[in-house]
């Protein structure tokens, strides 16, 4: 298990059998490319909940907006760290950790917020009438810095051991930049591993039982039963992308196994589909597709492109 969450945004595509100049190129522009993209439809959502009260004040929005916020920062860093690893190959330890770092805070932070996401709209749905009572704004807030302390405690402990157990040296040396390498100790590992079974034991129950009792009171209720299927499904793929990040490392060792020669394409694919698919389909399915926020968003691109094409004129 040599690929961690926030390691194949670490490792990137930089591979033992370094691609071609053009290959690199290649993958680097359509890295860059969706980053950018993405990135600027995230900030468009950003400036629309902060231009509305009425989403400030929504805990259901508020924990959206932190996802956004949280994948924008995370794209941010994943693909700086791709793009370092393919032109300089190795970098300085410690510049590594201040990359490193945020990169996995962040790819762990999407499943757990998903999850509070899941338990806020379970409450909407099951018990409404206690809803206002439970999900307040400052709860909301204090359930970001939950989130932010998990992904905390799963990688601090590491950077302790890396300090206490590393010579000087070390951290002034050359290495390929991947979270294995630089928090090499065996506990470290075996620390990891655990971290990763346990939320994703605790992130995938939340999820059935949430979804799961939100579609038989759909159903108690004569509500369209179709729809509300349709939408957990949709959102159970957009969670199950999310959380491969938790099973990487076996992936990536059962890729290599039966594909030992393609290092540098499981490298990318897995990049593609653990880093940057996410993060194209949460403004999707938490964003465009909320009523309120796509009417707020089209008013916004109403003025936008109004105000271009006066400027045209």
């Known amino acids: 298990m040599n690929l961690t969450p926030g390691e194949s945004n670490v490792t990137g595509g930089a591979v033992s059998s370094r691609d071609a100049f053009v290959m690199a190129f290649g993958k680097n522009v359509i890295v860059v490319l969706f980053g950018i993209t993405i990135n600027y439809i995230n900030a468009t959502m950003v400036h629309t909940f902060n231009k509305h009260h009425i989403f400030k004040i929504n805990p259901r929005f508020i924990l959206f907006i932190h996802l956004v916020v949280n994948d924008m920062i995370q794209l941010t860093t994943s693909i700086s760290l791709f793009v370092f690893t393919y032109t300089f190959h190795t970098i300085y330890v410690y510049f590594c950790c201040l990359l490193i770092l945020p990169a996995i805070f962040t790819t762990q932070n999407t499943p757990l917020n998903l ?31 939950i ?19 590393q010579p000087l040296q070390f951290l002034n040396s050359r290495v390929f930049c991947s979270r294995d390498i630089v928090f090499r100790s065996t506990y470290s590992l075996k620390k990891r591993d655990a971290s990763h079974i346990l939320f994703l034991v605790v992130v995938w129950l939340t999820l059935f039982y949430t979804y799961f009792r939100i579609l038989f009171v759909a159903k108690a209720a004569k509500a369209d039963a179709k729809k509300a299927r349709n939408t957990i499904m949709l959102h159970g ?28 394409a499981i490298n990318f694919a897995l990049f593609i589909i653990n880093q940057i698919l996410p993060r194209f389909v949460n403004p999707v399915v938490y964003g465009f597709r909320d009523k309120t926020f796509r009417k707020y968003i089209k008013r916004y691109l109403c003025i936008v492109n109004c105000h271009g094409a006066h400027l045209r004129k």
Do not use: H
């Not at 909407?124 to 810095?145: E, W």
């Not at 989130?147 to 157990?165: C, Q, R, Y």
């Not at 992308?241 to 938790?246: D, I, P, R, S, W």
């Open 115 to 145: 999850a509070f996401m899941a338990a806020e709209c379970y409450i909407a749905v099951c018990i409404p009438l206690r809803y206002n009572s439970i999900c307040t704004v400052k709860r909301t807030y204090i359930v970001i810095g």
């Open 147 to 165: 989130i932010w302390t998990l992904s905390s405690l799963s990688v601090l402990p590491d950077v302790v051991i890396l300090l206490a157990t």
């Open 237 to 264: 793929f957009q969670v199950l992308l999310c959380m491969m990040v938790y099973v990487q490392p076996m992936l990536f060792a059962v890729l290599t196994y039966f594909l030992p020669g393609s290092l540098a």
